[in-house]
């Protein structure tokens, strides 16, 4: 069974672009949960989407977006890329609510 | 609102010597707890999981960890440490069976250093 994947791995960007990222979670979860990871915050949660709808959502700004598809793929978004968003981004795919969750190798954004 | 506490922030042990990672909660229900490993520049790998039932769950790479309620605490355990289990460890605290909800609450993480 193909586990999480997330694409691309590495991104430069730029200040005030965006960017997006892709996690495809493990066939018959539908489930998926986004991470920022930091040296200074450490991991934080961003969203949840189960079902195509976001169910949960952590505490930043309207910059960080996403959405979940009907195969339950789910892209997130980041419009206007602050330096200080460089981290690494971790998706993670459960099966339902209050399961474990599975998470991919994650995408490493560095904005400059 | 939950937090988790992991008081030790680098631990060095020898190969072969036993192992054990602290991990400290706060939540005001039955929570759902984890113990989450990373190697560098990698994702998480899922060690171990506590939902209910016995308060001593296996995992893998024979790791173990004890839920104790009395002491709000989920403290990870390995007899004998190899070369290989140098990493990070995250402990997570997750919201429980009456939340709905499937984010996680990661400590800060202990960075194990084995030493031949």
């Known amino acids: 069974k193909a586990g999480v994947t997330q694409t691309p791995r590495y991104l430069i960007k730029t200040r005030g672009q965006q960017v997006t990222l892709s996690c495809s979670p493990i066939?018959?979860?539908?489930?998926v949960s986004w991470y920022q990871q930091t040296p200074g915050q450490g991991l934080q949660f961003l969203f949840e989407?189960?079902?195509?709808?976001?169910?949960n959502k952590g505490n930043f700004p309207g910059r960080f977006s996403g959405r979940q598809f009907s195969n339950s793929r789910s892209e997130m978004n980041v419009s206007t890329l602050e330096l200080g968003d460089s981290a690494l981004y971790l998706c993670?795919?459960?099966?339902?609510?209050?399961?474990?969750?599975?998470f991919g190798q994650g995408t490493r954004l560095t904005v400059v | 609102a939950q937090s988790v506490t992991q008081p030790d922030i680098h631990i060095t042990v020898s190969e072969g010597a036993s192992l054990e990672l602290r991990c400290n909660y706060s939540y005001g229900a039955t929570p759902y707890l984890f113990w989450y490993v990373q190697s560098p520049g990698q994702g998480l790998q899922l060690l171990l999981k506590?939902?209910?039932?016995?308060?001593l769950v296996q995992g893998i790479k024979g790791f173990e960890a004890e839920f104790k309620r009395s002491q709000s605490s989920f403290n990870l355990r390995k007899p004998s440490v190899h070369w290989s289990d140098a990493a990070e460890y995250f402990c997570a605290v997750g919201a429980g069976p009456s939340s709905g909800a499937n984010n996680l609450f990661f400590g800060t993480g202990t960075r194990l250093t084995v030493i031949p």
């Open positions: 989407y189960f079902s195509e709808t976001q169910r």
């Open positions: 066939s018959g979860h539908r489930s």
């Open positions: 993670a795919s459960s099966f339902s609510a209050n399961t474990e969750a599975f």
């Open positions: 506590y939902f209910s039932g016995d308060t």
